[in-house]
């Protein structure tokens, strides 16, 4: 079965500033999707990156980008210049090819201080 | 826009009522669609997945008989919370999407079993 880990219940950051979130993962599948959500207080799930297993190449949404380490099945969320309005919970979320089932981490809480 | 509406939001009930929520897939047809429940501070846990036309195949630890689960279209899922008790109370949420893209989650339905 596949897990995936988060080891920062939490993490803050100053305002304006880049934190990266840490996730990993354990499959023995070869072909996969990888997501970031995030979670405000109002509670709806918000995807904010998606990575594909099969490209190289890192995922960037705007401020958001991903660190993908395929080998060391790695794959760390960046935020760059950091606003107060990305505060929440963020999730790491992986789902199988082959038959859509995603596992979700137990979470990271972000903190923007102003 | 929302591409998956959830229904109710909120619901308050007195113990042993049967509760039913509603996934809408608004704009896509969905042949699977997936139902979580997130305990406060916690990640969303997989309760079962849903399939359109078939039996629903549950996570390991989650009653069946608990949780009626039905896809009569490929537009809507819903789950029955049946004979509910305090334990029960939680937040459940829904999601669904193509096999080659993001999962959509809908905005979820906070239980409270008084």
């Known amino acids: 079965a596949q897990t995936v880990t988060q080891s920062q219940p939490e993490m803050s950051v100053q305002e304006a500033e880049t934190v990266t979130l840490s996730c990993t993962y354990d499959t023995s599948e070869s072909d996969y999707y990888l997501f970031w959500y995030k979670q405000p207080p109002s509670r709806q799930m918000i995807l904010v990156i998606r990575?594909?297993?099969?490209?190289?190449q890192n995922a960037t949404e705007n401020r958001f980008s991903v660190n993908f380490q395929k080998a060391a099945k790695s794959f760390s969320l960046k935020i760059s210049d950091s606003q107060l309005g990305d505060a929440a919970m963020y999730f790491c979320a992986y789902r199988s090819a082959y038959n859509n089932d995603m596992r979700f981490g137990a979470g990271t809480r972000l903190t923007v201080k102003p | 826009g929302a591409v998956v509406s959830q229904h109710p939001s909120r619901v308050i009930c007195k113990s042993g009522t049967s509760v039913k929520i509603e996934c809408r897939s608004l704009?896509?047809?969905?042949?699977?669609m997936f139902w979580y429940r997130q305990f406060p501070k916690q990640s969303l846990m997989l309760m079962a997945t849903?399939?359109?036309?078939?039996?629903?195949?549950?996570e390991q630890g989650v009653e069946k008989d608990k949780f009626l689960i039905n896809h009569a279209s490929l537009t809507l899922s819903t789950l029955t919370v049946t004979s509910a008790h305090p334990e029960d109370s939680s937040f459940y949420i829904c999601?669904?999407?193509?096999?080659?893209?993001?999962?959509?989650f809908g905005d979820g339905t906070r239980l409270s079993i008084l």
């Open positions: 849903s399939n359109e036309g078939s039996k629903a195949t549950y």
């Open positions: 990575q594909e297993a099969y490209k190289q």
């Open positions: 999601s669904a999407g193509r096999q080659d893209q993001p999962q959509h």
């Open positions: 704009d896509f047809q969905a042949t699977t």
